[in-house]
């Protein structure tokens, strides 16, 4: 069997294990292992001080603000990922370029959708992140996000980043 086709065919079972459910079901650890604007930590989003730390990871650096709380869904997404890369041998820090945005952040942000995921919702809930990372390619790492079905992929080829969120699924190509 080509390894292509194998690889393939491990990430049909993977998510058929994951469905009907979805991320929810999967029993993991919430690890994630992020750095941003010269923060790194490894995170137990599972934890209220890790949830804190994540929040701040992610918050909007431009206006300075701390008011969103990222999804759950989004968090577990996250965490699905490098813990798929981490059962391959593959041990990355992922490099978060976007997390939270405040309306004036996003106004300002070239090439931001309008009613971005970025943006907190009326719960306060945020679902977006942009990252990429030092020694798995964007491309690989948006693939990855795509087998999960949780939510939108954009693949940002020139600058090398992915988009993830947690909102419907789609994708797309920058």
């Known amino acids: 069997m080509l390894r292509r086709n194998f690889l393939k065919a491990v990430g049909v079972a993977a998510i058929a294990a994951v469905r009907p459910g979805g991320l929810a079901a999967i029993e993991m650890p919430l690890v994630l292992w992020a750095a941003r604007a010269g923060d790194e930590a490894q995170i137990d989003?599972?934890?209220?001080q890790g949830q804190q730390t994540l929040a701040w990871l992610l918050r909007d650096i431009r206006a300075g603000n701390l008011t969103?709380?990222?999804?759950?869904?989004?968090?577990?997404?996250?965490?699905?990922?490098q813990a798929w890369l981490?059962?391959?041998?593959?041990?990355?820090?992922?490099?978060?370029?976007s997390g939270l945005r405040s309306g004036a952040?996003?106004?300002?942000?070239?090439?931001?959708?309008?009613?971005?995921?970025?943006?907190?919702?009326?719960?306060?809930?945020?679902?977006?992140?942009?990252?990429?990372?030092?020694?798995?390619?964007?491309?690989?790492?948006?693939?990855?996000?795509?087998?999960?079905?949780?939510g939108g992929v954009g693949f940002y080829d020139g600058p090398g980043f992915v988009h993830v969120d947690v909102g419907r699924s789609r994708y797309w190509r920058h």
């Open 45 to 48: 989003c599972a934890t209220l």
């Open 68 to 81: 969103g709380i990222p999804h759950p869904g989004l968090v577990k997404l996250l965490c699905w990922q």
């Open 105 to 150: 952040t996003n106004r300002s942000t070239e090439g931001a959708a309008r009613n971005s995921l970025h943006q907190p919702d009326a719960a306060n809930l945020f679902r977006a992140v942009d990252f990429h990372s030092a020694t798995v390619n964007s491309e690989y790492l948006g693939r990855l996000a795509a087998l999960a079905q949780q």
């Open 86 to 97: 981490a059962a391959y041998g593959f041990h990355v820090r992922f490099d978060i370029l």
